[in-house]
C-alpha cells in the first residue's frame, strides 16, 4: 500500500499549473460536498443519535476509515471537513426552498466542468483516469496544505 506522501506527490504531479491549482481549490471541496449531497438525500430507516440516518454518514465514515489508515491527523480533518457537509446538508433541505438534490447536481456538474477545463489549461489527464483512489486523494491533497499552512505535521 502507497502512504499518504506517495499518494500526494503522485497527485500533485498533474496539478502544477496554478490555474488548475486554484481551479482545485474551489471545485475538489464543492464535488466533495455535492456527492454528500447527494447521498444525503438517500434516507435510512433507522436512526443514529436523533439524527435522521441517511448513505451519507456511512460512506463519510467509511471514506473516513480509509482517510484514517493513511493519516490520523488528516483522516482528523477530513471527518471534520465531512461533518460540515452534513451540516450545510441539514440547512439546505430544512431551510432552502430548493432540494438538496438539486442543489447538488448543479454544483456537481458546474465543479466537474471547472476541473476538466483546470486540466485541459494543465495538459495532464486528471489522476483518476489512472487510479480511481485519487477520487478520494484529491480532497487530502488540498487537506495537506492547509495543515502545512497551519503549521501542522501529518
Known amino acids: 500500500m ?11 504531479e498533474s496539478h502544477t499549473n496554478e490555474t488548475n491549482k486554484t481551479i482545485h481549490w474551489i471545485c475538489v471541496p464543492a464535488i466533495f460536498f455535492s456527492i454528500t ?3 444525503y438525500c438517500i434516507k435510512l430507516a ?3 443519535a436523533a439524527l435522521q440516518s441517511n448513505i451519507a454518514i456511512i460512506v463519510l465514515l467509511l471514506t473516513t476509515a480509509y482517510y484514517l489508515s493513511l493519516s490520523i491527523k488528516i483522516g482528523i480533518g477530513m ?5 460540515a457537509c452534513l451540516v450545510i ?4 433541505e430544512t431551510f432552502l426552498p430548493i432540494p438538496l438534490w438539486l442543489v447538488c447536481i448543479i454544483i456537481f456538474v458546474i465543479a466537474w466542468i471547472g476541473q476538466f477545463y483546470g486540466h485541459k489549461v494543465e495538459g495532464k489527464k486528471p489522476s ?3 487510479d480511481l483512489q485519487f477520487l478520494l486523494i484529491g480532497p487530502m491533497w488540498l487537506m495537506s496544505f492547509v495543515y502545512k499552512k ?3 505535521s501529518f
Open 2 to 12: 502507497k502512504t499518504l506522501q506517495q499518494w500526494l506527490n503522485e497527485y500533485g
Open 37 to 39: 449531497g447527494l447521498l
Open 46 to 48: 433507522f436512526f443514529i
Open 79 to 83: 471527518l471534520l471537513f465531512g461533518v
Open 89 to 92: 446538508c441539514y440547512f439546505i
Open 128 to 130: 483518476f483516469f489512472k
Open 150 to 152: 497551519m503549521g501542522i
